[in-house]
């Protein structure tokens, strides 16, 4: 009886063992393919989250992660009572504002818009013109907005010239930064970001505008009967992921614009760092300013993703 | 009466919509076109002329004057090589990584998706990123800007769940034939996806070759610059002020022509490239996988 217990258990464990080696055989080839993808992110995202640990500290880069001393939360103390703080929460929260106000809503417009185009033709070459500033670089853009803006030889003065209006001279202006900034952003991407509400759009079903047209709604009434309600659930997400950048607004753009006539206006978190951190070697200080953006960043992501969720609506994550 | 009156209101639409589409294509035409046509003038008419499209006299005097100037030649070189490169690994490891995760029956699957969607969530911020980068020697070295960036999370969401999308009988029948992981991969697998990947090597080369930021903090050497590091040095820099630029180059000043010709060979790569792959775009391929 005994032994047939035992004859059993051991039939049992070689065939778990069996699957396990099965498994082994057929897994490995797909752990060898995550792998390189799997190492760089944990090598060049991970590792930098275990870095923010020197932000608690002295880092020094000659005595390394181990051996500098530990200052506890000095740097967040300084951070928070620095006069540039306020500074940069100011330009932070207009820039987000301007953005969120003028530049969120654009590419809803522009798609609910392009969708009421019948011609064909039209749609197509207008995609395609509109997609075109997405391929350039921020470089361009703003080098563009020089060419065209210079005060002697550019193309938008000369021009203004012709017709008889007065030249454009605020490129300089730090009263101009934040607005200029908002119409790059609104030329570069508009087109681009309206593909996801055109896919969506694509994909209301026809049989509800005929209806509406029975009931003799007209198409402004269409669109916001029927359309915008169909766009609501894209556009709460992409909301949601938009609050999700709130606090680290494009810093690639701003550091292009910024001089230090406009730092008043143009200074935000990434640019603060860089110039502290990079340029001025305070790794510390700028890694706690870093961590608080992040930390920032993800508390603002969850919680309106939670909103989302409890009125009832998909949340993103 | 009444269906007039709503084919008359249905008139005004029509006409306002096209009115407003066609002005905005124009203001995002106008400046590009501006531009190209310009870096075809001569230096006299630029200056002299006022405001013009088309120039009366054509030259490409600032595209050889380009081609002659050492420092374009090697940011552009720069370019193509961190383009071509970066985008080959990018590629590369993003889409077998993504068939990788599409496998529902793998262990350890929802820890690997977590790594990746965490990531774009929270971030150790760029000092840290920037010493890790250092303390693997990889400063001065293109490898700054390959590995750090070489998977994108976004891309390999839609991906993964753009692999996960094929039909699974797909894969058993191969299986049955004896097919191993890495020939289902290349022989199967990557036939049924060449116009998604193809999308995402555009979207990883317009990354590579219009970044500026790593290529600004990890290359010290400017003989290493890429083409849009050039670019700032010649049309942004000389507006502020900026200590990163060397004596040298603040010295030289290009001509206007010189730096519209330096704007249209910037741009115009992508550009011509971009429209052979739009109507994958329109799919609804991005919508679709939104939420990953």
Redo the contacts between chains.
Sequence with gaps: MRSSVTEMRAANESRTSSAAAH?IK??F???L??L???L?????????????L?SFQQYS?FRGIWGSEWVGLDHFVRLFTEQQFVTLLKNTLFLNLIDICFYFPAPII?AL??N??RARW?KA?????????H??????V???T???FASE?G?IN??L??IGLPRYEG??DPDHFRWIWLLQNI?KEV?WSA??Y???L??IDPTLYEAAKMD?A???RQIWHITLPSLAQ?IL?LFILRL?SFIDIG??HI??L???LNLAVSDVF?TY??RI???QGE?SY??A???F???V??VL??TANAIAKRSGK?G?? | M?TRR?FG??RY??VL??T??VL??A???F??L??LM?SFATEKE??TR??FIIPKEWTMDAYLYLMGNDSFAQSFMNAVVITAVGTAISIS??T??A???S?KW??GRTL?NF???F???????????????KE?GMIDTFWSLW?????APFY?IVMRSFFSSIPHELEESARVDGC???RM?FSIMLPLSKASIATFVLFYM?GY?????SAL?YLNDSNMWPL?VF??QI??LN???D??ATLMEQVITYT?GA??AA?VV??LP??II??FL?KH????????S??G
Aim: glycine share 10%; charged share 10%.
């Design positions: 498994y057929r897994a080839p797909i752990y393919m995550v390189p993808g799997l760089s992110i944990v090598l060049f995202k991970y590792l930098p989250m275990f870095g923010v020197i880069p522009f818009f392009l009421e185009v039209f070459t207008l995609q395609t013109v509109v997609y075109l500033p391929f350039v670089s921020m470089i361009v703003v080098g563009i020089v060419v065209l030889f193309g000369q021009w010239d012709v490129l300089n030329w087109g593909i996801i055109l896919a969506a694509a994909s003799g007209n198409r402004w894209v997400i999700g810093f690639e550091f292009l910024q001089n230090p990434d760092i860089y951190g990079v340029q790794f700028t890694t300013v870093g961590l953006k992040s930390v960043g993800l992501v969850l998909e993103v994550y | 009444k709503i209101s249905e639409f029509d919509v096209y407003l589409l905005w294509g203001a995002i035409l400046p590009l501006y531009v310009t630029y200056l006022g405001f490891v993003t077998i990584m068939y990788g995760l496998k793998l262990k690997f790594l990746v969607v990531t774009m969530l929270f971030s150790g911020g760029l000092i840290p990123t920037y010493l890790v980068v693997f590995l750090p960036g070489a998977v390999l191993g992981e890495w991969f317009v070759w219009n970044t500026y930021f903090i849009q670019l700032r049309l942004v507006q502020s002020m200590g990163s206007p730096k519209m704007i910037s741009a992508m550009m971009y429209p739009q775009f329109n799919k609804g391929m991005l919508l679709g939104l939420k």
